[in-house]
């Protein structure tokens, strides 16, 4: 009688075993060389959903992988600890967020820890604690140190009935207090920023990098780099000493087209360019767009609409008078706050001109254009017209001549811009990282020496639902006195945001104890880079980005030697449930608790990686978990039913059998090998299934040598070792083998047993033998022409210059041209 296959009971009992023997504990004075796997880390918002488990089984995977490959694997876990909704949790429930957040670390260590992952515990990073946030504080005042972090005023959302600054999150759709329903404004404050455009051009590279495409391209357009022309059109205002408009356009060969000028509702010259007749609306339009987010100004799905504010500029070019308008698509914040509207080519400004009737002026000309009006903007390229000196050019040439000209004249200048601005750091939370500054009347900024640190959060503070930091009112965290001077000084009462905290976690790891600097120098230097980093491609611009540039600005102080924290980036896709995103409202959220409870965390793991490939996530399914419960019972009791060669088997059958088995076993272990390094969890466990399948039947048969069937049934359990730790270790111990499987070495191909048997096939032409080939014996009909190319050299030369009517193929044997 074979033991049922019990899955709770050896996975809590194997997962004690490995914590007791320190299974995974890593070390750096290890011979083997280094492997970094990281897998991002999770907020600490409470329970653990699938996925979770969808991130970080199949990362564990890899990495355990990469363990039997003979690599010193690092693969640690931690906790993104401060933010908005422990705060929340705080005011809604009463409820310190400092108890909230730990409670949730500990209910999410316990799920972490079912999953029988090879986190190194003792490596554990929790950025809300005052060891870990010390170190995010004194790399703020590096930062500070380097010129690299400074402050200026930036809009906050404000709510002038409750008299607080809102986050993003509380103004309520159409930009209204989540509070009071009070119209939300915008309101400019004094903010802490990192200087993070110093690197744009650097972050454009990706120098060493394996990254998918998708993901720079996201990264490129969000940097936004542009080659262009800063263009001049002349102000003649008497009420104000401003003399130009600056505006930066891509398409200087487009600027005698120019029909109206766009401002930014909140660019300074309009109040005083507005005249009288105008002003009413001007300021209605203005308060309306102060109360929309960046977001939805930008946003492509708003029709553009706009107000003229009765003042002109003057298009040197031509010499014409502009109208000027304001539109809140165009920001203040993004190049000079101003646009030159080119209705006849721009898609924008074609709907902004036909919506307020204002001219469209063609430039350049599409092919065969013979003055009629546009149907649409014309963006392709063409030839200049209406540009009287320019005109005939093409639009590219235009582009340089344009521009020289406008040099020339000191009417402008070729520049690049980019849509990347400087990271706005500063939070009005408590449950943040104190940015360690003092304000001192007569020293002005001082920075609080590195001694002082860490600026402790106080533990008594008090959660109101003001919006505002509870630092602000708490009297004993405020008041404090100058470093420099020693008179009373009040502290920064905005912490740090927690994409600072998530910048350089993955340095922690490497030294998660150490209290003299933020890492261990020597210790950093053998583990970075992170040799794969993985996790949700929502992330492919803050945090990606801000971790790139924190890693950049370090090295620039040598405090590291690298320029790129993450060598290789992947990207996993999501998992849905009944054909939506999982969400607590819908009530479609997969809990993988439960899943565990009834088949096992073995289960869950294969499955999430059988159901799709992981970049693209997939549909689960609970009828298919069940299929994949029942392969891993199929092999329980493949292994443990025992195998006893027949007796009396033909040695010409057992041998074509010991072949085949020693073939199909080494064909797999390249399949399983070569896509775990591509990360195409799927098809490697179907080659595992197939696998499977084929050794029932030859246990069935039972023809092969015992010992040819204990080494497939050997690697077999070690090729599964990563993906089912659990029933592995379990079946290596039952079928007598050394603890543990995940200390053995990962199975080898052999090339020469790889290759498939060969066969002789005859090639006739009109029924006449004219050669024979040797081909693999699993050759199919579509492999068929490419090999008589290459290898039937002779009946080539009998087809030659002939018609072939028809190819016949009998499968194994032979190929027939019936030939004219
Ligand atoms: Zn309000
Ligand atoms: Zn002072």
Redesign the pocket.
């Known amino acids: 009688m074979i033991a049922k296959y019990n899955p709770q009971e050896i996975e809590k009992k194997w997962q004690k075993r490995w914590e007791e023997d320190r299974l995974y504990e890593v070390r750096e004075d290890d011979p083997r060389p280094k492997w970094y796997d990281l897998t991002m880390f999770p907020y600490t918002s409470g329970d653990l959903h699938i996925g979770h488990w969808y991130a970080m089984a199949p990362s564990d995977v890899h990495a355990r992988f990469k363990r039997m490959q003979g690599y010193n694997v690092l693969h640690p876990m931690g906790f993104d600890a401060f933010g908005l909704p422990a705060e929340n949790a705080a005011i809604q429930r009463g409820i310190h967020p400092f108890i909230w957040t730990i409670q949730n670390v500990e209910n999410m260590r316990r799920q972490l820890r079912s999953i029988g992952a090879i986190y190194d515990w003792s490596r554990e990073v929790v950025s809300c604690l005052p060891e870990y946030y010390k170190w995010t504080e004194w790399f703020f005042l590096k930062l500070y140190e380097a010129g690299l972090a400074y402050r200026a005023k930036a809009p906050v959302n404000w709510c002038p009935h409750c008299q607080v600054v809102l986050a993003n999150e509380q103004v309520l759709s159409g930009g209204f207090c989540w509070r009071c329903g009070a119209a939300v404004t915008r309101r400019d404050l004094e903010q802490w920023f990192f200087r993070i455009t110093k690197y744009a051009d650097e972050l454009l590279e990706y120098k060493d990098t394996v990254w998918s495409e998708r993901i720079k391209t996201m990264q490129r357009n969000w940097i936004g780099k542009s080659q262009g022309t800063e263009i001049s059109f002349a102000l003649d205002h008497s009420g104000t000493k401003e003399k130009e408009i600056r505006v930066f356009t891509t398409r200087p060969d487009t600027t005698f087209g120019v029909t109206f000028m766009v401002l930014a509702p909140e660019h300074p010259l309009v109040a005083v360019l507005t005249s009288p007749d105008r002003r009413a609306e001007v300021e209605d339009y203005v308060a309306k767009s102060r109360r929309l987010s960046e977001i939805e100004r930008l946003s492509s799905e708003k029709e553009k609409d706009g107000v003229f504010i009765g003042a002109y500029c003057i298009n040197r070019l031509n010499e014409e008078k502009v109208p000027i308008w304001i539109a809140d698509y165009v920001l203040l914040s993004y190049g000079t706050g101003a646009v030159m509207g080119v209705p006849a080519h721009d898609e924008r400004d074609f709907a902004f001109a036909k919506k307020y009737n204002l001219p469209i002026r063609v430039v350049i000309a599409p092919a065969e254009w013979s003055g009629e009006e546009l149907e649409e903007a014309y963006i392709e390229p063409g030839i200049m017209v209406n540009s009287t000196q320019f005109n005939g050019l093409s639009n590219q040439q235009g582009i340089e001549a344009v521009s020289e000209f406008l040099e020339e004249k000191g009417w402008g200048k070729r520049t690049v811009t980019y849509r990347l601005r400087d990271w706005l750091i500063s939070r009005q939370r408590y449950w943040g990282a104190p940015i360690p500054m003092i304000y001192?009347d007569?020293?002005g900024i001082?920075p609080v020496p590195e001694e002082d640190l860490p600026v402790l959060l106080p533990e008594d503070a008090e959660f109101r639902p003001t919006g505002e930091s509870p630092l602000k009112y708490h009297e004993q965290f405020v008041n404090t006195t100058?470093p420099?001077?020693g008179?009373p000084?009040k502290r920064e009462t905005d912490t740090m945001d927690t994409f600072m905290c998530s910048s350089w976690y993955f340095l922690r790891y490497a030294s998660p104890n150490c209290d003299t600097a933020p890492f261990d120098a020597d210790k950093v230097k053998y583990w970075m880079p992170v040799d794969l980093y993985t996790g949700g491609a929502e992330h492919a611009v803050m945090h990606l980005l801000y971790s790139r540039f924190f890693i950049k600005a370090i090295r620039d102080m040598g405090l590291v030697d690298f320029d790129e924290p993450y060598h290789r980036m992947f990207n996993q896709g999501i998992i849905i449930a009944e054909k939506q995103k999982m969400s607590k409202s819908r009530g479609n959220v997969i809990t993988p608790d439960e899943y565990v409870a009834e088949v096992g965390a073995d289960a869950v793991r294969a499955y999430l990686m059988f159901l799709a490939p992981w970049e693209q996530g997939g549909e689960w399914n609970d009828s298919s978990i069940s299929g994949v419960s029942r392969w891993l019972n199929r092999v329980w009791h493949l292994v443990l039913g025992g195998y006893s060669q027949k007796e009396k088997t033909n040695p010409d059958v057992r041998q074509k059998a010991e072949r085949e088995l020693s073939r199909i076993t080494h064909q797999t272990i390249r399949k399983v090998t070569v896509d775990m390094e591509k990360l195409r969890f799927n098809t490697m466990i179907s080659s595992l299934m197939e696998l499977t399948n084929y050794l029932v039947k030859v246990k069935k048969t039972q023809v092969v040598a015992s010992s040819d069937w204990e080494e497939s049934i050997n690697t077999l359990l070690r090729l599964l070792a990563p993906t089912t730790p659990h029933l592995t270790e379990e079946l290596w111990k039952r079928t007598g083998r050394d603890y543990s499987i995940h200390n053995q070495g990962w199975p080898q191909w052999d090339e020469e047993l790889v290759r498939d048997e060969e066969i002789t096939l005859v090639v006739q032409v009109n029924g006449k033998l004219r050669d024979r080939i040797t081909v693999p014996a699993s050759i199919t009909e579509a492999e068929l022409p490419q090999l008589l190319l290459e290898r039937a050299k002779r009946a080539n030369a009998y087809l030659e210059g002939k018609k072939v009517l028809k190819r016949i193929y009998v499968p194994g044997r032979l190929v027939n041209f019936v030939v004219q």
């Open positions: 001192c007569k020293c001082v100058c420099r001077c008179t000084a």
